[in-house]
């Protein structure tokens, strides 16, 4: 639970204008100034039951797309090691962009009619600063798409010797 915590606590902040709910997928600079000390808890409960879903979305989906995955390319002989990793890839992207992509898009349309719950839309204020904590994973997605870029035209050259 520290993972979470750690996350849900980067969404409050000490603002001018008192306590603010900074809530993911909003409008860049926008937060809920909360108007009681009791609505945190609230909110915090809630925040960790969304990314708790979030996380065991995606990690389940990444299971079992890799487990389907694997059976289909076993079931066919795609040919040079080249084909088969581009078409295992694809295969194991297509599975995932569906058993990852319908539940997660109910997922976030629930998100986002819940948040009206918590806050109302006087209580918006601009928030100062920078979102911390995006960078880092941006370069971190982008190192990664430039290894698998590598790794391909190494496979891709190493099957062409």
Not at 52 to 71: D, E, K, Q, V, Y
Not at 103 to 132: C, H, I, M, T
Request: charged share 20%; aromatic share 14%; glycine share 10%.
């Amino acid at each position: 639970m520290g993972l979470l915590d750690s996350i849900i606590g980067k969404s409050f902040r000490n603002e001018k204008a008192g306590r603010v709910v900074v809530f993911t997928g909003d409008r860049r600079h926008r937060g809920y100034v909360l108007k009681s000390e009791s609505d945190e808890p609230k909110i915090r409960s809630f925040l960790r039951m969304f990314y708790f879903a979030h996380f065991c979305i995606l990690l389940m989906g990444m299971m079992l797309a890799n487990a389907w995955s694997t059976f289909f390319t076993n079931l066919h002989e795609f040919g040079s090691p080249t084909g088969h990793i581009l078409r295992a890839c694809g295969i194991y992207l297509g599975i995932y962009s569906v058993v990852v992509g319908i539940p997660y898009f109910f997922l976030w349309r629930s998100y986002k009619k819940a948040q009206l719950n918590f806050v109302s839309v006087e209580d918006e204020v601009l928030v100062s600063g920078k979102n911390e904590g995006r960078f880092p994973w941006l370069a971190l997605a982008g190192l990664t798409l430039l290894l698998l870029a590598g790794l391909m035209l190494f496979v891709r050259w190493s099957a062409k010797s």
